[in-house]
């Protein structure tokens, strides 16, 4: 079912390069059927995921032996979250387009469906090497979608894109063939399979480099501060399903990067006092300096563009917090961000469509005329700035907390970082929903089904998630405490917290004395 759940796209990709081109209507059918594909094949593996085990539905196939390595997927509590809104937001992109796109139809589908593929590989993949194919594969999808049917600057944007993650890329794979040599003088053997990896960390002077190396790629995916100048060239410049993809998911691969390669295997280099003050600093730093150029905004698609800067500093410092609360804070609230920011970049390609105009100044008393366009804004807007009963409060919350147990000034710059997003999230909604409605957009029309059926899906994860987050805090619970043990160890004996590992042991060995005593 994984290998599915990643090869389905792939399949309606070449499946759209084999339809004639003159054929709008079928190509449209065919893209959203295997995008709803994606989710029809992925929904049968949530019953079936266990929060009490490791990496689940695994499938290993030999690749490369004579390097060690092998198409090996698998999934966790993590990637769990990561795969599941990949394939809803994969999905909501190609419905979004349906009126959008009218130009070059069935490359701009087939290029969709190509870079959700990749994007699943990379939170599937549990070997080094095949992790890096698919990273670099999502290069050439988005940066064809920001050259083609982008903004009047695409060609600047997609380029800027391209050399950005480019170089991070390059010198990534220099620290990723550091590891690789590591453990083989360590072990014996040649093996860019991850669990092999894990098994001969790496520190001292070396770990240093190959830290750095690792980041500089993470970093500029995620982005951090100051590797974040392309994002918002990247974001005004893209069709609205570029932005939506590229806020949602996208950005999600660097904080990934971090969970999944740079804390388990270089745990000792990773805790080290120089390091994690350099990267709460940079996170700080994203978090009030996006937030602060954000208020400074005149573009609507550029404002939201900066906030994702700002969000994505809340989910590094909870990484780099190094406790639960923090680690899994951050990952719920990279499953948030996708939702509210995917949202917000919706809305503005909803007017954008009916006016061809960005700039805030240019709308205003659309409440008037759009209503129900205004509560699905107003709702996408609180749940941004972290408002009670809506998800982002709950990934906040945690990350503060986490936030807290290291730092009083760490947990102030997470609620200056709230304060302020909810000063230019609240501003932008009161230019652009109050006022007297200007002449141009008296006869908008307001949401029609269609996007009400994309906001839906986002809606209703938004109040599940705000309301009931129990869930998605138990899948974590596993995988955080992992990660947590090799960077933090001894934390949860200190803090007086059980151990989410220990608790999964005793379940485990309990089970079988149950069942012999029944």
Request: with cysteine; aromatic share 14%.
């Amino acid at each position: 079912m994984l290998s599915l759940v990643l090869l389905t796209p792939l399949l309606g990709f070449f499946v759209l390069l084999l339809l004639p081109g003159d054929r709008p209507k079928l190509i449209r059918t065919v893209a959203n059927v295997f995008g709803l594909a994606g989710i029809a094949i992925f929904l049968p593996l949530v019953p079936a995921f266990q929060n009490s085990a490791d990496f689940q539905f695994s499938q290993q196939f030999s690749w490369i032996p004579s390097i060690g390595t092998s198409f090996h997927i698998a999934m966790d509590g993590i990637s769990f979250l990561l795969v599941g809104m990949t394939v809803i937001v994969g999905y909501l992109a190609i419905l979004s387009s349906w009126n959008a796109i009218q130009e070059r139809m069935k490359e701009y589908y087939a290029n969709f469906l190509f870079l959700q593929f990749a994007m699943l590989g990379v939170f599937l993949a549990r070997d080094l090497l095949l992790f890096f194919v698919f990273w670099e594969l999502v290069l050439i999808p988005m940066y064809l979608i920001i050259a083609i049917w982008g903004g009047e600057r695409r060609s600047y944007a997609s380029m800027k894109f391209l050399i950005y993650t480019s170089v991070g890329s390059i010198v990534m794979l220099l620290s990723i063939l550091a590891l690789y040599f590591h453990h083989y003088q360590t072990a014996g053997f040649n093996s860019f399979d991850m669990d092999d990896l894990l098994a001969a960390p790496l520190g001292g002077t070396w770990g240093w480099f190959v830290f750095w190396g690792l980041f500089l790629g993470f970093a500029v995916k995620v982005p951090m501060f100051p590797f974040h100048t392309w994002l918002p060239d990247a974001h005004t410049e893209a069709p609205t399903a570029g932005s939506l993809v590229l806020a949602s998911v996208l950005l999600k691969m660097g904080t990934y990067g971090f969970l999944r390669i740079s804390l388990p295997m270089l745990p000792e280099t990773s805790r080290d006092p120089v390091i994690v003050g350099i990267m709460a600093t940079l996170s700080i730093v994203a978090i009030i300096y996006g937030a602060l150029v954000s208020l400074m905004q005149t573009d609507w698609k550029k404002l939201v563009a900066y906030s994702s800067v700002s969000h994505m500093g809340f989910c590094t410092l909870g990484i780099f917090a190094f406790n639960h609360s923090g680690i899994a804070g951050s990952v719920l609230q990279q499953v948030n961000h996708g939702i509210s920011t995917g949202m917000l970049f919706l809305i503005v390609g909803v007017v954008y469509e009916r006016r061809h105009s960005r700039m805030i100044k240019e709308y205003s008393g659309l409440f008037k005329v759009m209503p129900l366009f205004a509560i699905v804004f107003l709702i996408a807007a609180l749940s941004s700035m972290g408002m009670p009963l809506l998800n982002g409060f709950i990934g906040e919350f945690a990350i503060l907390r986490g936030a807290f147990e290291v730092s009083i000034a760490w947990a102030f710059a997470v609620v200056l970082g709230i304060a302020l997003g909810a000063a230019y999230l609240l501003w932008l909604f009161q230019r652009t929903m109050f006022g007297e409605v200007e002449e141009k957009n008296a006869l908008l029309p307001d949401l029609s089904r269609r996007e009400m059926a994309v906001f839906a899906p986002l809606l209703l994860a938004a109040f599940w998630i705000g309301l009931y987050p129990t869930p998605f805090f138990e899948v974590l619970n596993r995988p955080t405490a992992q990660i947590v043990q090799k960077v933090n160890p001894g934390y949860y004996e200190a803090a007086g917290i059980p151990n989410p590992l220990d608790a999964a042991k005793s379940a485990s060995i309990a089970a079988p004395a149950r069942a012999a005593g029944e």
